[in-house]
Antibody
Framework: EVQLVESGGGLVQPGGSLRLSCAAS????????MSWVRQAPGKGLEWVSV???????YYADSVKGRFTISRHNSKNTLYLQMNSLRAEDTAVYYC????????????WGQGTLVTVSS | EIVMTQSPATLSVSPGERATLSCRAS??????LAWYQQKPGQAPRLLIY???TRATGIPARFSGSGSGTEFTLTISSLQSEDFAVYYC??????????FGQGTKLEIK
């Protein structure tokens, strides 16, 4: 059974850093494209970043230069390092697997809340 | 950036009736359009991809149609568990996917 479990969210001050983790089971993270998608409170969904199976990474303009997506193959875990956090980064962050046939997010984690506030 | 616009923002429908949700793209996305369902406190759930292909385990009462810039999600006979927020997503401009703002489907 495919499962994604995020952790690492919490309250952080503006300008601070946080690292989110997404532990996967039932499939191999490094063999798939993996995404982060966020949702601000009461708002819609926003794509944040993706890492390809080959290691290439891409970011939304809103986080480029501040966020870094990575993975640990032996731990089968995806990460999102978030630096220089801003109030507008406050959101629930979801990790999701990208289906290699359909190119859509077919499995999602339950999400982890990041709150940026002083 | 491809902007996705969903309508209406809120749709009130009685159980057993048909619901029709719309999604419009600011430029053609071919058939690279997905629909997700999200219930309060839960992650989004993939319903439809390729504009009209149901994801694994999705009931036949959910159907998608359209191509180019105009898309529709139809739920043929609403069940109580279908009341939720629905999002469309274009993935034609991969990896810079964009989502619509959502349509809340509520019980009339």
């Amino acid at each position: 059974e495919v499962q994604l479990v995020e952790s690492g969210g919490g309250l952080v001050q503006p300008g601070g850093s946080l690292r989110l983790s997404c532990a996967a089971s039932g499939f191999t993270v490094s063999s798939n494209y993996m995404s982060w998608v966020r949702q601000a409170p009461g708002k819609g969904l926003e794509w944040v970043s993706v890492i390809y199976s080959g290691g290439s990474t891409y970011y939304a303009d809103s986080v480029k230069g501040r966020f870094t997506i990575s993975r640990h193959n032996s731990k089968n875990t995806l990460y999102l390092q978030m630096n220089s956090l801003r109030a507008e980064d406050t959101a629930v962050y979801y990790c999701a697997r990208v289906n290699s046939s359909s190119w859509v997010n077919d499995y999602w984690g339950q999400g982890t809340l990041v709150t940026v506030s002083s | 950036e491809i902007v996705m616009t969903q309508s209406p923002a809120t749709l009130s429908v009685s159980p057993g009736e048909r619901a029709t949700l719309s999604c419009r793209a600011s430029q053609s996305v071919s058939s690279n359009l997905a629909w997700y369902q999200q219930k309060p406190g839960q992650a989004p759930r993939l319903l439809i991809y390729g504009a009209s292909t149901r994801a694994t385990g999705i009931p036949a009462r959910f159907s998608g149609s359209g191509s180019g810039t105009e898309f529709t999600l139809t739920i043929s006979s609403l069940q109580s568990e279908d009341f939720a927020v629905y999002y469309c997503q274009q993935y034609n401009n991969w990896p810079w996917d964009t989502f619509g703002q959502g349509t809340k489907l509520e019980i009339k």
